[in-house]
């Protein structure tokens, strides 16, 4: 069952000026990237981490896609403009679904995307309805995350994908290093291997796993400086304490990988027959 009292603080903070005035970091992409390069930017590096999910999940032109926790409609956009891919993209933020839809409109692959308030612990849609499901880098909001992969496996057909990407913990942490990793998020942090034996558990069979924490901290210190450079934009719009508090909380993210422990990967999977 959902922990409505999180989830829904979880929201409010998703409807918040703060999460509207970090669109000017994040642009549409609210995601960490994949790096090839020096010359990288991070959107294009989201951009890619996105793709990848994609080819690793084998999801392509005609898939009816799932997405849960859609921010603000990239992913969506992508799957749909760039793939070809039918697309329920879902969030618990109205505010995010309200702006994903602005932004879709007269894009690329718009007809087939449609927008809808849902839960990922309790999907509002019947068994078997959908070729595929992903969340991209939000069930480290969730505290219930065997039940939301639980739902992955009862809308999703047989033999259809689990795609997602999260942030994780690698090793185990102490003393100072353990205590940061609390501070930053209420829900804690799975391993990839925690994520691929919960896909197991929901009814998947684990197809590929990749570990991308390799790339967090540059997508983290880009967002930060970004962050620093537009202060004065993002106050504006969510107010000094607001802007400050989330500066601060960006350092904690970039002092959480440099203990080695704050990692991001990807888990993907085809739901068992019979």
Not at 196 to 218: I, M, Q
Request: hydrophobic share 40%; glycine share 8%; net charge negative.
């Amino acid at each position: 069952m959902a922990d409505k009292d999180f989830q829904n603080a979880i929201a409010a903070r998703y409807d918040a000026p703060m999460y509207r005035a970090m669109l000017e970091v994040w642009s549409d992409q609210i995601h960490p990237g994949l790096f090839e390069n020096d010359d990288d930017t991070l959107y294009d590096a989201s951009v890619r981490a996105t793709r990848r999910l994609a080819e690793l999940a084998a999801i392509d032109a005609g898939s009816n896609v799932l997405e849960t926790a859609c921010g603000v409609g990239g992913t969506a956009r992508f799957l749909a403009g760039d793939l070809g891919c039918t697309v329920t993209a879902t969030n618990i933020s109205r505010g995010q679904l309200e702006t994903a839809s602005d932004l879709t409109e007269g894009k690329p692959g718009a007809d087939r995307i449609g927008y809808e308030f849902a839960n990922f612990e309790e999907l509002p849609f019947s068994d078997e309805s959908f070729d595929a499901y992903w969340c991209q880098d939000a069930l480290l909001y969730s505290i219930a995350r065997d039940s939301a992969l639980a739902e992955a496996a009862r809308v999703v057909k047989p033999g259809g994908a689990a795609a997602i990407s999260d942030l994780t913990i690698v090793g185990t942490p102490q003393g100072e290093a353990a205590e940061l990793m609390e501070r930053i998020t209420k829900a804690g942090f799975w391993s990839l291997d925690q994520y691929a034996a919960a896909f197991e558990t929901a009814g998947f069979e684990v197809t590929a796993t990749e570990d991308w924490s390799h790339h967090l901290l540059r997508s983290f210190r880009l967002i930060l400086h970004d962050m620093i450079d537009k202060r004065d934009t993002l106050a504006a719009i969510a107010g000094d304490e607001e802007t400050d508090t989330t500066i601060a909380r960006y350092h904690q993210w970039c002092a959480g990988c440099e203990t080695g422990h704050l990692g991001w990967g990807a888990v993907v999977g085809r739901k068992k027959k019979g």
